[in-house]
Each structure stands twice: as structure tokens, then as C-alpha cells.
């Protein structure tokens, strides 16, 4: 079973579009993140949510929007999507405790042309 | 706030040598520390992680990192390389500031290993 899966895999779309990644744990973590990789391999955080409720936004455009029906789940959802949003995203959960590692998802690698 | 620091892009090394890829922390209490690998078109695997107590920390795929309080680092080391470890190594710290919960990781060093 897949501790974190994300689809899809790979989106492919045009300036303008709106378009939503999904994200599904099933290791009953209570938190949930969305992670942005660039193309030279930073990862930044942009959102992080604890038992569905937001607790860091890190400054990311209000195009982005992170929605989470239940802790098992952390859906993002982009509007407008610009060139510059190409990137691959991960989503990732963990426990809530400090010393608790994170699990990633596969990443959705999101083209915008 | 936490962060951590990569000082090398890269590493090569011969295949059966040691290996260790460097990471620096800069924290405020004690620091919660980790170690991911990620392989090409692949996401982020848990490598290993300091939380407290022993200073080397044995982790997957015979890896190993050792916390140094007095120098501030939290090197990954293997002491037999493998062509199979070339991959992208992440260093990340837990960050607990600001009421919010996430790893910060550094820039990422891309190891290869050749015969």
C-alpha cells in the first residue's frame, strides 16, 4: 500500500488554467504539507495543515489553494496557473511531534506552457 | 528561525570508498535533524534522523550520520559507497517556530559514485 499518493504524476497545461493536484496519506498522520521543488532542486515549503486546519501559508501566491476535506487528505488547488508555477510538487504527512519524520509523496511534475 | 546549510553541490567518489556528504545546522534548542535521498523522478525518502541521545545515528541502506553539538553539523556518511547510492541528499531540520510545523531543507547535495 502507498503511504502517500499524490495524482497525478504528471500535468501538462496552458497559462490561464486552473488545475488541482491530489493527495491522499493512509498512515493516520496528523499533519499534512505541500512542498514546491524548483528547477534546481530547492524544496520549499508552502503550506502546512494539523487536523485540517491551516497552520503555515509561506507567502505563496492566494492562486494557490490547499484544501483538506479530512486529515487524510490535502488537495491543492492552482488558478490562473503562470510559467513560473512549473515545478514539481510533493505532498508530503507526518506525526505532529518534532522528532517525527515526514513521508513524501511521488511529486506531480506540473508543466505550464 | 531554523535552517540548514549544504556547502557542497556535489560530491563524487569511488565506488568501496567512504563517503560523506556535509550539512550544517543553525537552530534555537535542541535541533531535530534529518537525513532524505532522492533518486531521479522519484519523491523524498527518509534516510535517518537526531532527535537526542547516541551522536552517531545509524539509519537505511547502511548509511550513518553523526551529530556534533560544538561544531554544528550533522554529516551523512557510508563507509562503503556504492554506484547505487548516486543520488540527490537532502539535510532538513524540524522547525517548530511560529506555532507551525515543518522541515526546512537545504539545497541538496547531488552524490555520484563511479566504478
Known amino acids: 500500500d502507498t503511504a502517500v499518493s499524490q495524482t497525478p504524476k504528471y500535468l501538462v497545461t496552458q497559462m490561464g488554467n486552473d488545475k488541482s493536484i491530489k493527495c491522499e496519506q493512509n498512515l493516520g498522520h496528523d499533519t499534512m504539507y505541500w512542498y514546491k521543488q524548483d528547477s534546481k532542486k530547492f524544496l520549499k515549503i508552502m503550506f502546512s495543515?494539523?487536523?485540517?486546519?491551516?497552520?503555515i501559508n509561506e507567502t505563496v501566491p492566494n492562486r494557490f489553494s490547499p484544501k483538506s476535506p479530512d486529515k487524510a487528505h490535502l488537495n491543492l488547488h492552482i488558478n490562473s496557473l503562470e510559467l513560473g508555477d512549473s515545478a514539481v510538487y510533493f505532498c508530503?504527512?507526518?506525526?505532529?511531534?518534532?522528532?517525527?519524520?515526514?513521508?513524501f509523496g511521488q511529486g506531480t511534475r506540473l508543466t505550464v506552457v | 528561525a531554523q535552517s540548514v546549510a549544504q556547502p557542497e553541490d556535489q560530491v563524487n567518489v569511488a565506488e568501496g570508498n567512504p563517503l560523506t556528504v556535509k550539512c550544517t545546522y543553525s537552530v534555537s534548542g535542541n535541533p531535530y535533524l534529518f537525513w532524505y535521498v532522492q533518486y531521479p523522478n522519484r519523491g523524498l525518502q527518509f534516510l535517518l534522523k537526531?532527535?537526542?541521545?547516541?551522536?552517531l545515528v545509524k539509519g537505511s541502506y547502511g548509511f550513518e550520520a553523526e551529530f556534533n553539538k560544538s561544531q554544528t553539523s550533522f554529516h551523512l556518511k557510508k563507509p562503503s559507497a556504492l554506484v547505487s547510492d548516486s543520488a540527490l541528499y537532502f539535510c532538513?531540520?524540524?522547525?517548530?517556530?511560529?506555532?507551525?510545523?515543518?522541515?526546512?531543507f537545504g539545497t541538496g547535495t547531488q552524490l555520484k559514485v563511479e566504478l
Open positions: 495543515y494539523n487536523n485540517k486546519e491551516l497552520i
Open positions: 508530503a504527512s507526518s506525526q505532529t511531534q518534532g522528532g517525527a519524520e515526514a513521508f
Open positions: 537526531y532527535i537526542t541521545g547516541d551522536n
Open positions: 532538513a531540520v524540524r522547525d517548530l517556530g511560529g506555532g507551525g510545523n515543518k522541515l526546512t
